[in-house]
């Protein structure tokens, strides 16, 4: 069984994070999702407007991704991937080269963005219609 991960806060779901979510299952047989935990997207001065719970509700829902686990630091990818046995790490082309140290584990592929939507254009667009 050949294992993915990708990570990310997948806050507001939306085409794109499907799109992302379906090419990253298209390259293997079983999908985990780091899911940025609330206290780790505060470190990083991001809120989200869902809780962690009711994002990897929703995450669980779709049916591509076959597991959730937290992400709680950025560091904690090298064991993710050695403690779930990963073959593949996935991410947007938006993180080109920011995880390449991560090919000593594992391949690393960085798939092109949906474009036109993202969660911060979905939030922008809200706050102008208003």
Known sequence: MKKVITYGTFDLI???HINILKRAKENGDYLI???SSDEFNA??????YHSYE?????????????EVIPE???GQKVKDI?????????????????FDELKDFCK????????GIST??????LYNHQ
């Open 72 to 74: 709680n630091t950025w």
């Open 54 to 66: 009711e994002r990897k509700l929703i995450l669980e829902a779709i049916k591509y991704v076959d």
């Open 14 to 16: 939306h085409h794109g």
């Open 82 to 98: 050695k403690n779930n046995d990963v073959d593949l790490f996935v991410m947007g082309s938006d993180w080109e080269g920011k």
């Open 120 to 125: 911060t254009k979905i939030k922008t667009d």
């Open 33 to 35: 999702v780091g899911l």
């Open 43 to 48: 470190t990083k001065g991001k809120a989200a």
């Open 108 to 115: 690393v592929i960085y798939l092109p963005r949906t474009e």
